[in-house]
């Protein structure tokens, strides 16, 4: 049983690295997977809206329902956020794990620091929100998927996870899908 | 007014996450961008010389001319810096962050550390550049951004920036675009 | 002559950044490298033992003949590490900047600090390996390389890096192909 985190089929925890039907693929071959068709790009955007200041959002579920209704059997889903401090970030979603995030940022930008960008004197923002700006840096802004028939690839163990750093606010993130 | 940065249309600071155009995509469909014509590969370097040790350097403008330039409609863009001691990221471009962009990779990773790739013990390089590799590490070597109806997707408030962490001297960077 | 590290061709360290086909590219055109074939996908599952806790892997020449075997002339690779503890990054390949990858991430993530998901009272991992999913966070999870004349686009001094957090045991890494 997994305390907080999603459950997860598969066993043992970080001993099934693959969900069942990506290892029906010999890892020995290089697997073509065309569909004849003239590959397609589609776009959507998602939009959200979180309630804190600094808050993690499971994404996985909405983005793969979407690569789904894309009817896309293989090529590569693009996730963006669109924003400067809200991050995009790929690895397990596990309550305690989530905890651990936020302490990492807050020991690796510190908000008490004398950052210029909360400073009048230099920055014309007023949100005293230079740390989410450093964080968002540290994490990253897009995530890259590929898609194999017609599922997003990633492990068990990896969840898509939006960092918002600077809420509560709306939140938009792309998707584009190219494949066929 | 914005001080330091880009003056850019959308009204309060980071009230306006989407330029307007990709607003009017009704976030609750999926758009399937396609032209009808077989997708093409565009590549192209950019090539830049830098005048400092440290220097963060706004590429956008330059990348969204090239992406007009190709006359792709939708796909995917790909930046790629072909150093290891130059980094790319997406934030936002306002002189007082910039400066903390600098102040937090100084602090992550200190130069006054006995850092072996430093040390002509154990390593042929004579730079003494080991925090510049250290400092890319941190910030990543790509970027990767969709192209809608022919344009970039970014945020109001994002701005795509290399980051020369051991110059001054020559850089490349490779920009690939997929799409039709 | 190279300590430690690989011996790649291009004279002085630092000073060839691009390996010499592809600065036959003129960098004012931009050059569309179509091959009037519909674009393909290819993938691929590169799998790996590990043999330490920590451990950093060159998986550079894996992928290279993986991408020279698809006969994809232009566009894009994805590399993805199907785990949260096993992260994928590109920097320079040399023995002393390796040494310094690991003491920075120990740096960064302290291994003897209280963290929650090595706390049975709160996490039902017994694997304490938090520092683990912590330095994987500031590494990152994929990489994406273009594809240019049937070769993958990387500078002189880049190599694509496995970096096993939380070994030893398999891993598994996958590889999608997306051009023509």
Redesign the interface.
């Known amino acids: ?4 985190g999603e459950s997860l089929p598969g066993g043992a ?2 001993s099934e ?2 969900k069942p039907q ?1 290892k029906s ?1 010999n ?1 020995e ?6 569909s ?1 068709l ?10 959200l809206t979180t309630r804190h200041r600094f808050e993690l959002i499971n994404l996985t579920q909405r983005v793969e329902e ?1 690569v789904g ?2 009817g896309i059997r ?3 889903a ?1 996730l ?6 809200a991050a995009l ?4 979603w ?4 989530l ?3 936020r ?2 940022l807050e020991q ?2 510190r908000a008490d ?1 004398p ?3 909360n ?1 009048p004197r ?6 005293s929100n ?1 740390v989410s ?2 964080r ?11 898609v ?1 028939r017609g599922q997003l ?3 068990t ?2 969840s898509i996870i939006l960092a918002e750093l ?1 809420g509560p ?4 993130v ?1 998707l ?1 899908i ?3």
């Not at 596990?94 to 794990?97: D, F, G, P, S, T």
């Not at 230099?122 to 949100?127: A, E, L, N, P, T």
């Open positions: 049983m997994t305390v907080g925890r970080d690295p693959m990506l693929l890892p071959d290089m697997s073509e997977l065309t004849g003239t590959p397609v790009v589609v776009a959507h955007v998602l939009n979407l209704k894309t293989a090529g590569v693009l963006q956020s669109l924003h400067s401090t970030f790929v690895n397990e596990q309550e305690a794990l905890d651990d995030f302490t990492l690796a930008v620091a950052w210029r960008h400073d230099y920055s014309d923002c007023d949100r230079a700006h450093l968002a840096l540290l994490l990253g802004s897009s995530a890259m998927l590929a194999r690839v990633r492990g163990w990896q600077d606010r709306t939140r938009s792309s584009q190219l494949g066929s």
